[in-house]
T-cell receptor, first 113, second 106 residues
C-alpha cells in the first residue's frame, strides 16, 4: 500500500533513446510533482500538476514532457536522452500545494551511457 | 528572491554529541518551512514542519523570523541519524536547500 510509487526503480539506457518513468499516488492528493536530484544531491523542481493541469514548468529542456492522465498519475517522458540527464528523479504529491509538505516516491535512478 | 541556504555540506559528530544543522531562508511572505531527511539511497521523508512544532526522533526546529533561520537541533546524536538533511521552503512549490550530510561516528 505504497503511497507514492514510481517505476522503474533503475533505468540504464543509451544516449539518444526515449524513456518514460511512471508515478502513481493513492493518497487522494490534488497536486503532483517531478523533482531531479543530481550527482551533488541538489534537488530541483521540474514540473507540477494540479488535478491534471500543468501549473509549474521550470526551465527544463522540452525533451522532457510530463503527462497526467488523471490526478493520481503523473508520468515523465524523456526524448533523445543525454549523458547529463543521468540523475535520480523523484515524484511527489501533496494535498493542496507545498504548504502541507510532500510525500515522495522512492525515486528512479536514471543512468545514460 | 526565494532561497534556502544550508551552509554546511557535511557535519561530522560523535555519538552522543549535540547536533545543529543550519538553515536560512529568503522569502518576503510568511514562510512554511520543513526539514526532510534522506537515508542512504532512500526516498525523502518529512521530518518536521514548523507549524506543527513537534519533535520527531528527538529533533526540533524553531523558526526565527528575525534571523530568517530554521535550524535543526538534536541534543544527543545517534548513529542512525546519519543521513542527508534538507531544509525546504514551501511557496507554490517546495524549494530545497543544497542539503547537509550528517555523519555520526560511534
Amino acid at each position: 500500500d505504497t503511497a507514492v510509487s514510481q517505476t522503474p526503480k533503475y533505468l540504464v539506457t543509451q544516449m539518444g533513446n526515449d524513456k518514460s518513468i511512471k508515478c502513481e499516488q493513492n493518497l487522494g492528493h490534488d497536486t503532483m510533482y517531478w523533482y531531479k536530484q543530481d550527482s551533488k544531491k541538489f534537488l530541483k523542481i521540474m514540473f507540477s500538476y494540479n488535478n491534471k493541469e500543468l501549473i509549474i514548468n521550470e526551465t527544463v529542456p522540452n525533451r522532457f514532457s510530463p503527462k497526467s492522465p488523471d490526478k493520481a498519475h503523473l508520468n515523465l517522458h524523456i526524448n533523445s536522452l543525454e549523458l547529463g540527464d543521468s540523475a535520480v528523479y523523484f515524484c511527489a504529491s501533496s494535498p493542496r500545494g507545498a504548504g502541507y509538505g510532500y510525500t515522495f516516491g522512492s525515486g528512479t535512478r536514471l543512468t545514460v551511457v | 528572491a526565494q532561497r534556502v541556504t544550508q551552509p554546511e555540506k557535511l557535519l561530522s559528530v560523535f555519538k552522543g554529541a549535540p547536533v545543529e544543522l543550519k538553515c536560512n531562508y529568503s522569502y518576503s511572505g510568511s514562510p512554511e518551512l520543513f526539514w526532510y531527511v534522506q537515508y542512504s539511497r532512500q526516498r525523502l521523508q518529512l521530518l518536521l514542519r514548523h507549524i506543527s512544532r513537534e519533535s520527531i526522533k528527538g529533533f526540533t526546529a524553531d523558526l526565527n523570523k528575525g534571523e530568517t533561520s530554521f535550524h535543526l537541533k538534536k541534543p544527543f546524536a545517534q548513529e542512525e541519524d546519519s543521513a542527508m538533511y534538507y531544509c525546504a521552503l514551501g511557496t507554490d512549490k517546495l524549494i530545497f536547500g543544497t542539503g547537509t550530510r550528517l555523519q555520526v561516528f560511534p
